[in-house]
């Protein structure tokens, strides 16, 4: 069965910094990997998306994520955060053997310092 | 581009009302979903139709839940004798399925508050 280990509840960092979210996954099969964000009171949006092509993954917002099967990881990161950053992100898994349901984490509160 | 959208956007009744809200997804999607989500969790999954027929629902959907998608286009959930605990917010997502990829397009939630 899959699961979907987000690995720190927040993270705070500076305004102009690096961001890293960490997401670790159990998989049967060869997943997909996404990330979500959601601004307060927002819906959720797509970030990014992993589908088996290229492992680094580029995503909107200057955000990318790299698809390590060696480590089970998808790392979301951005090299320098901005003040708008600040949301809610969740890590999220789909297989063939749940139909494709999404399994998703339990969400990383990013916060911006100024 | 109209992407997913949710009505009514913000929800308050009494406890023992019934709800109902509707979600229209993106038109090509022939897949949709129901999440809840609560505050400081993530979604969680409550039913998906595939078309006009629901393929799946969860345990969390108790017999008081009802959701249904008429002619594969809008759909609606319901909530009967609405209770304290039904507090939330409820979203609608849509996706059209090709190979493996399952990618959902989520629209703004309705909050519901049950007072």
């Known amino acids: 069965a899959q699961s979907v280990t987000q690995l720190d509840s927040h993270v705070s960092v500076s305004e102009g910094t690096p961001v890293l979210l960490r997401c670790n996954y159990s998989s049967s099969y060869s997943p997909s990997l996404f990330w979500y964000v959601q601004h307060p009171n927002k819906g959720l949006q797509l970030l990014l998306k992993?589908?088996?092509?290229a492992t680094l993954v580029k995503g909107i917002n200057g955000f990318e994520a790299e698809f390590k099967k060696s480590e089970t990881s998808f790392h979301l990161t951005k090299p320098s955060a901005h003040m708008s950053d600040a949301a809610e992100y969740f890590c999220?898994?789909?297989?063939?053997?749940?139909?494709?349901?999404?399994?998703w984490g339990a969400g990383t509160k990013l916060i911006i310092k100024p | 581009d109209t992407g997913v959208s949710q009505n009514p956007r913000h929800k308050i009744t009494k406890r023992g009302q019934n709800v109902t809200f509707r979600c229209d997804p993106i038109s090509e999607h022939n897949r949709l979903y129901w999440y809840r989500q609560t505050l400081g969790q993530g979604p969680e999954f409550l039913t998906y139709f595939q078309n006009e027929a629901q393929l799946e629902k969860s345990r969390l959907l108790s017999d008081r839940f009802s959701a249904e998608r008429p002619k594969g286009s809008f759909s609606t959930l319901e909530i009967q004798r609405t209770e304290q605990g039904d507090s939330a917010m409820y979203l609608c997502?849509?996706?059209?399925?090709?190979?493996?990829?399952?990618?959902?397009?989520f629209g703004p939630g309705t909050r519901l508050t049950v007072t």
């Open positions: 997502a849509s996706s059209f399925r090709r190979g493996g990829l399952n990618e959902q397009y």
């Open positions: 992993y589908t088996s092509a």
């Open positions: 999220v898994v789909s297989e063939v053997d749940s139909n494709y349901q999404l399994i």
